[in-house]
Nanobody, 122 residues
């Protein structure tokens, strides 16, 4: 079992930055690949970024490539999402999730956090 708690969301102007954190419980955090997803009102949950258990491999949605960076600190049981050059279309609830094998597919993640709201004003 892995429990995930996101933090760091908020209101920011377009062009600004935020860093999201996801703290995981359990001793096996380093065994899991981690992902960030987002869901805007009226839309399906979509993939944002993923990172392998070691941090050696990262994956990004085309819409955030070059602006967002996913990283992890296994000693702190935490995964991060640094978001720069934010746009109004980045507004959504952001979720972190854990899975055994890194993937970009939402349905292949086993554990989810409760989400944190990110709002980007124009």
């Amino acid at each position: 079992q892995v429990q995930l708690v996101e933090s760091g969301g908020g209101l920011v102007q377009a062009g600004g930055s935020l860093r999201l954190s996801c703290a995981a419980s359990g001793r096996t955090f380093s065994s899991y690949a981690m992902g960030w997803f987002r869901q805007a009102p009226g839309k399906e949950r979509e993939f944002v970024a993923a990172i392998s258990w070691s941090g050696g491999n990262t994956y990004y949605a085309d819409s955030v490539k070059g602006r967002f960076t996913i990283s992890r600190d296994n000693a702190k049981n935490t995964v991060y999402l640094q978001m720069n050059s934010l746009k109004p279309e980045d507004t959504a609830v952001y979720y972190c999730a854990a899975t055994m094998v890194v993937t970009t597919t939402v349905y292949e993640y086993d554990y989810w956090g409760q989400g944190t709201q990110v709002t980007v004003s124009s």
